[in-house]
């Protein structure tokens, strides 16, 4: 009786993907593939549909954390929809922020599984940046917040996440003040987006619409627009 030789299993891996576990970019390995097909008939149609759901089980190859994945397939779109992720939740990208201070935002990502203090630190270094590019005064981070919060920049609420923000980047740069851990990491991106949010998505935001109204309203509604008032709704 010989020995068999192991069966060489053959590695798949995705195309290009961000973790969102650990934000590094990079193809994911294939762990696993399942679909949910149903055929369907039709008595005036005499081919025969198939639609369902395809799902993929994924692996980054630098936290070696999973992702799952779904897309939707039918006669319209044999190919499949387009991918949405069922775990982890990815983010909607964060609209308007100045390009450092998105790059600073991407850094700090890239550490966030691998080192809870550094995550902290880093994301203390982008709420640096957003005080320098508001114009804040002050010759601490503190000063600084508190400034932007006297020029209207943001409200006390988001000057009190701006605080909580800045403590735990105390924490996870000095040993002596404690230490943070992974789950203190959905307190910290919860705190960072608030900030980045109110001070650069939310104005943009108001712009896109402002501009789409000016689109979509016929001139001439404008310029009569001060005989309708009372009539909206």
Not at 143 to 151: A, M, R
Request: charge should be negative; aromatic fraction near 6%.
């Amino acid at each position: 009786m010989t020995d068999q030789e192991p069966k060489q299993i053959e590695v798949k891996y995705s195309n290009k993907l961000t973790c969102g576990h650990c934000g590094v970019s990079a193809p994911m390995r294939i762990m696993c593939l399942a679909s949910n097909i149903e055929i369907f008939t039709d008595e005036f149609d005499p081919q025969i549909a198939a639609a369902g759901m395809h799902y993929e089980l994924l692996l980054c190859v630098s936290c070696e954390d999973v992702t799952l994945r779904s897309t939707y397939s039918d006669s319209v779109c044999p190919g499949g929809y387009p991918w949405e992720y069922v775990y982890p939740k990815v983010d909607i990208e964060l609209a308007g922020i100045p390009h450092d201070v998105a790059c600073a935002y991407e850094a700090a990502r890239r550490v966030r599984r691998v080192d809870a203090n550094a995550y902290g630190v880093l994301l203390g270094r982008v709420l640096e940046m957003v005080c320098a590019d508001r114009g804040a005064t002050g010759d601490t981070l503190h000063k600084q917040i508190q400034n932007l919060q006297s020029k209207g920049e943001i409200p006390e609420r988001v000057v009190s996440v701006a605080t909580a923000l800045k403590s735990l980047r105390n924490v996870g740069a000095h040993y002596s003040a404690g230490e943070l851990d992974n789950r203190h990491l959905p307190i910290l991106d919860a705190l960072v987006k608030s900030v980045l949010e109110y001070v650069y998505t939310a104005p943009q935001l108001v712009r896109q619409a402002e501009d789409a109204m000016k689109e979509v309203c016929h001139p001439a509604a404008e310029s009569t627009g001060s005989d309708n008032e009372g009539t909206e709704d």
